[in-house]
């Protein structure tokens, strides 16, 4: 069975510019996180998919990040503008229940650089 | 708010030596708590968690965590450390609420041969 993916694994991009980030979760998992670990520190929540709805976006930092996921399967997460402070490594997540116990499955990361 | 304390940046282990990364944490109900460990350019990997029940938790690679709810504690074991064990080590919790995990800020493990 084939995991978490996500694409592309690297993004160097100029301040003000537009990236895309697509993540396809675990065939069969309903539940999609997405999370950001910036200069090193804490991996922090941004949102929670479950399906096509979003279930939680209290994570997300402000209106430049846009997450969609049409049909319910994979997920692209748009960053626009870019600022520096976006700089860091993105990680998606699927589940296949959506309880708090329920093991989180996580890919192998997109890492973004802002110049 | 929930939250969770690596306490340790980095711990450094003789290889064959018992290891030990600690992970307290502070949430409002009962806890569920993960453990994680990140490969150099891989992603996170799920190594156990505790739900309930008994509080020694075993898992994979030779893992075990053991849930204390007095100390609010769930410290990452294993007996006898390999040089294949160096990694980054990710603790992180959730509660009922919650479904999102809330991560500790990560401990770099080497482990020297």
């Known amino acids: 069975e084939a995991g978490v993916t996500q694409f592309p694994s690297h993004s160097v991009i100029e301040k003000g510019q537009t990236v895309t980030l697509r993540c396809d979760p675990i065939?069969?998992?309903?539940?999609l996180y997405w999370y950001r670990r910036v200069m090193g520190k804490e991996i922090k929540f941004l949102l929670h998919f479950v399906k096509e709805s979003k279930q939680d976006e209290s994570g997300m930092p402000n209106n430049r990040f846009l997450a969609e996921r049409t049909g319910g399967t994979y997920s692209t997460l748009k960053v626009q503008p870019a600022e520096l402070e976006d700089s860091g490594v993105y990680f998606c997540a699927s589940s296949q229940d959506s309880w708090s116990g329920e093991t989180q499955y996580f890919g192998p990361g997109t890492r973004l650089l802002v110049l | 708010a929930q939250s969770v304390a690596q306490p340790e940046d980095q711990v450094n282990v003789a290889e064959g030596n018992p290891l030990t990364v600690k992970c307290t944490y502070s949430?409002?109900?009962?806890?569920?708590l993960f453990w994680y460990v990140q490969y150099p350019n891989r992603g996170l990997q799920f190594l156990l968690k505790?739900?309930?029940?008994?509080?020694l938790v075993k898992g994979s690679y030779g893992f075990e965590a053991e849930f204390n709810k007095s100390q609010t504690s769930f410290h990452l074991k294993k007996p006898s450390a390999l040089v294949s064990d160096s990694a980054l080590y990710f603790c992180a919790v959730s509660t009922g609420s919650a479904r999102q995990l809330t991560f500790g800020s990560g401990t770099q493990l080497t482990v020297l041969p």
């Open positions: 065939s069969g998992h309903d539940n």
């Open positions: 505790y739900i309930t029940g008994d509080n």
């Open positions: 949430v409002s109900g009962n806890p569920y």
